[in-house]
């Protein structure tokens, strides 16, 4: 793939008005390359791996992204990974800089994987990922998790959809 650029992400198919729904197979076993790819960062809080303020967080910086015009259709993606059973960091993929957000570039090579169930199954998914990669000979360097649905949309669509992104060196 090249570099950059994401697994088509159809923003028009969504019924729901809130989460588009998800085609798994344009994102399942691809491997995604980014060169300075640029993100906004924005942190949750969570008790015991439970994120508190989720929904807040992710409105408030949809709605900056939003307003600065640096949203894409064809480039969407929110990586998520946990920090400690106390805090998570979500990078927003974004065209352009967004005015008081704190933007990073993330650089290196991602294999995916789409697993189909609820959120809690994560430290699973990670671990057969992990199991996929040393198949394969590779390393995974981190886990990011895109998920593709919040819980009201996963239930309306009768999947959850959920991409593991493990970095590789």
Known sequence: MK??????????????????RFQPE?????????????????KTRSVGHIPMNMGSVFGKTFKAIEQAGANSNDDF???SRELS????????SVTKDVPEQDMVRLSGDFLTKVFEGPYKEVPRWQE???QILKERGKEP???YFFYTTCPKCAKIYGKNYVVALAGVS
């Not at 491997?31 to 906004?40: A, G, P, T, Y």
Request: glycine share 2%; proline share 6%.
């Open 77 to 79: 993606i929110v990586m």
């Open 85 to 92: 059973a106390w805090s998570a960091e979500h990078l927003f």
């Open 3 to 20: 570099a950059n650029t994401l697994p088509k992400y159809d923003m028009t198919d969504n019924p729901t008005g809130c989460c588009p």
């Open 141 to 143: 360097a981190e886990f």
């Open 128 to 130: 057969q990922q992990s």
């Open 26 to 42: 344009e994102w399942d076993d691809q491997k995604l390359h980014f060169e300075d790819k640029l993100f906004v960062r924005a």
